[in-house]
């Protein structure tokens, strides 16, 4: 029997402070190939802290994040070759058309066949009649949807969405939510993924994080973990963490 | 170093010039204004004064190697700009690209726009006024490679700047050509400068420049000595605002600024 393969994504004891102010406290978590893990928590609970840290745009004050066994630290550019991201807060330049912004960031990724793999990109987002389009003039939907293009230029093998169809009618976010399920099965790529929409983290994730105060206080399957805590609902769960975080909050 | 990547970011400001005149103007409409406003002055001023200086080559030169400089390093700033104006730091930097890759491709960038202005200002200035930038012989092509050394080294501690202290901070920016050129000699010999300025002169590259063009348009030969001094401490300036660059760019990572750049935030 072959040993499971190293997890895209494995965090260790990850902490960040910010003077005085603890952001996040000592979280270890993994993601495994084909497994698409939601992290949940109410804001500022240190969701978006922990995303820029794997991103490698901040600096943990302790602990490890390793790619496919690639320390971040210790080689950053061989670490976030194999990741991609699409957050609403990150939109792509507004000054470039869909194409010209494809491109740019297909280089910088150094994606091979890079014409051939837009053009499939255009056609799976329903961008191509946007192709020759300025990023910036595109509604809020067609830009998330660019996003994403961006996300998958690379075929990553961990891809981390941050409210990736917050700006989406229902049809399409289904349709996005399906793309990302398909490819991470055909591409054993991992994603974390952050939402406050419960329905769409029940529909899409294997396995969910609940983030509260900068340390993860629940774990489990989305769709099991609600009966297991005495809640109706993930969204009724939701709202019991997020207030007893709020209770623990003033009690201090 | 990854060149796909390098020519990433080449290629994005080429698409940002390509599609946008207002971008493309501005490298050459300075430098002409320049050219008429100081080409008339130095017209005027050979034909009253009875001075052998020619002034043509010795202030209108001088401007146009000034502009040079200038457009050197706005040629990094503005490469730089065009992510900060579109909060696009997010994107790049949450990706393989290394920070020496980045600021290779803006230096690129910066060599083109830098060429092209160059091209325009030389032909239209001995068009208009006969200046030959052949006038300062072997001596012009250490005249500009110490000017564009130094541009580079300006336009990268400008951008580190910009980094640390948020997108407002660029109106501290623009001045920083005018603000230097008064120490750099670049209209008269740094002789006339009190004590505590020449100082500050001998510190900087261009002053070096500066006084060697003056003593090649006087008939002497090029002063090869201290332009290699000059040489040498662009060199320095370049290196010492490339780790500037760094570790701003380090800080930024560690305080969280490049993921929330636009807060503006100076902890």
């Keep these: ?9 494995a965090v260790e004891r990850l902490a960040k402070s910010f003077g005085t102010l603890k952001a996040v406290k000592g979280v270890s978590f993994h993601v495994s190939p084909g497994e698409i893990v939601g992290l949940l928590g109410p804001n500022g609970a ?27 630290r210790e080689d950053r550019s061989a670490a976030l070759a194999g990741t991609n991201f699409a957050a609403v807060y990150a939109p792509l330049p507004g000054n470039l058309t869909v194409e010209q912004n494809l491109r740019v960031f297909g280089m910088i990724y150094d994606v091979e066949s890079l014409d051939e793999r837009i053009d499939a990109l255009l056609g799976a987002y329903d961008l191509a009649k946007y192709r020759r389009t300025k990023a910036g003039l595109l509604s809020s939907g067609e830009q998330t949807r660019l996003s994403l293009a961006k996300a998958m230029l690379n075929r990553p093998r961990l891809l981390l969405l941050d409210e990736p169809t917050a700006s989406i009618d229902p049809s399409a976010a289904r349709d996005i939510r399906a793309g990302i399920a398909g490819f991470v099965e055909i591409g054993h790529c991992g994603v974390l993924w952050t939402s406050h929409n419960m329905y769409e983290v029940e529909a899409v994730c294997d396995r969910v994080l609940f983030l509260s105060r900068g340390k993860i206080v629940l774990e489990g399957d989305p769709k099991t973990l609600p009966r297991e805590h005495g809640a109706e609902t993930l969204d009724d769960l939701f709202v019991t963490v997020a207030h007893e975080a709020l209770g623990e909050g003033a009690a201090r | 170093m990854n060149r796909t990547r390098v020519a990433a970011i080449v290629l994005r400001i080429f698409y940002l010039y390509r ?4 971008r493309v103007f501005p490298i050459f409409i300075w430098v002409a ?151 750099a000699g670049v209209f008269y010999p740094v002789a006339v400068l009190p004590a505590w300025m020449q100082a500050i002169a001998a510190a900087l590259p261009p002053s070096y420049v500066f006084e060697g063009m003056r003593a090649v348009v006087a008939g002497e030969p090029a002063p090869w000595g201290w332009l290699a001094v000059g040489g040498g401490l662009a060199l320095v300036y370049l290196v010492l605002a490339c780790l500037f660059f760094v570790a701003v760019y380090r800080a930024a990572i560690r305080n969280g600024l490049i993921a929330r750049y636009s807060a503006e935030t100076v902890s």
């Design chain 1, 1 to 9: 029997m072959s040993p499971p393969p190293p997890p895209v994504l």
């Design chain 1, 46 to 72: 240190g969701k978006t802290t922990t995303i820029n840290m794997i991103l490698g745009v901040l600096e943990p004050t302790a602990g490890r994040i390793a790619f496919q066994g690639v320390d971040l």
């Design chain 2, 19 to 22: 599609g946008s005149p207002q």
């Design chain 2, 33 to 183: 204004v320049d050219i008429l406003l100081w080409g008339f002055l130095t017209r005027y001023l050979n034909s009253v004064s009875h001075a052998a200086l020619n002034f043509v080559p010795a202030l209108l030169g001088a401007v146009l190697l000034w502009d040079f400089l200038t457009r050197v390093m706005q040629g990094v700033t503005m490469a730089f700009f065009e992510d900060v104006w579109t909060r696009n730091f997010l994107n790049i930097f949450a990706t393989p690209l290394r920070t020496s890759e980045y600021l290779t491709g803006i230096i690129l960038v910066a060599i083109a726009t830098s060429l092209l202005s160059l091209v325009v200002m030389v032909a239209f200035a001995g068009l208009a006024f006969g200046l030959s930038f052949l006038a300062y012989g072997t001596a012009l092509a250490p005249f500009l490679a110490v000017l564009f050394l130094t541009g580079i080294a300006f336009g990268v501690a400008a951008a580190a700047i910009v980094l640390r202290l948020g997108p407002a901070s660029e109106w501290l920016i623009w001045p920083i050509p005018m603000i230097v050129s008064p120490f």
